[in-house]
Nanobody, 115 residues
Framework: VQLVESGGGLVQAGGSLRLSCVVS????????MGWYRQAPGKQRELVAA????????YYVDSVEGRFTISRDNAKNTMYLQMNSLKPEDTAVYYC?????????WGQGTQVTVSS
């Protein structure tokens, strides 16, 4: 199973980016899928995720109303639309998928928001 993120980059505060996570090697069906981020010197945190029903969503308070998680099952791809970006959103963003005792991570994509 391989998860590959793309879409990161450098953007000014207030700007937008859309991250993509393409899954290959198995069917696009997991217990949970989500996006995490890790800023320098900080722990990795869950940013947004789908619930086990694959429809319900969760967002950390700091991104609620600005970020949107979505998925295209036909393309085996999960997205994170990030609007109104802030400098504190700067981090490496990782996509994650879990099923039972197994977990898979992408390699990460850097998002840098300048003030």
């Amino acid at each position: 199973v391989q998860l590959v993120e793309s879409g990161g980059g450098l953007v000014q505060a207030g700007g937008s980016l859309r991250l993509s996570c393409v899954v290959s090697g198995r069917t696009f069906s997991f217990d949970t899928m989500g996006w995490y981020r890790q800023a320098p010197g900080k722990q990795r945190e869950l940013v947004a995720a789908f619930g086990i029903d694959g429809v319900s969503t969760y967002y950390v308070d700091s991104v609620e109303g600005r970020f949107t998680i979505s998925r295209d099952n036909a393309k085996n791809t999960m997205y994170l639309q990030m609007n109104s970006l802030k400098p504190e959103d700067t981090a490496v963003y990782y996509c994650n998928a879990d099923e039972g005792w197994s977990t898979w991570w992408g390699q990460g994509t850097q998002v840098t928001v300048s003030s």
